[in-house]
């Protein structure tokens, strides 16, 4: 899985499988998005493999 940001840089994670969170981090942006790509299909034989939940935390910067 990949993430993007609204500055041109990106980042690569990859996961395993796990019932405990998984937590990236990375140095400070000034970004006004991010977006996740290149997600993989487990090879479990699950039918409901999903992605639960994802938090992304941040502060607003006011410009003047």
Known sequence: MSFSFSDGSSIE???EKSARPHEITFE????TW???HD??????PSPFPALSQIEVYGREIMEA
């Open 13 to 15: 994670m990859k996961m």
């Open 28 to 31: 400070e942006k000034q970004i």
């Open 34 to 36: 991010l977006e996740m």
């Open 39 to 44: 997600m993989k299909k487990s090879d479990d």
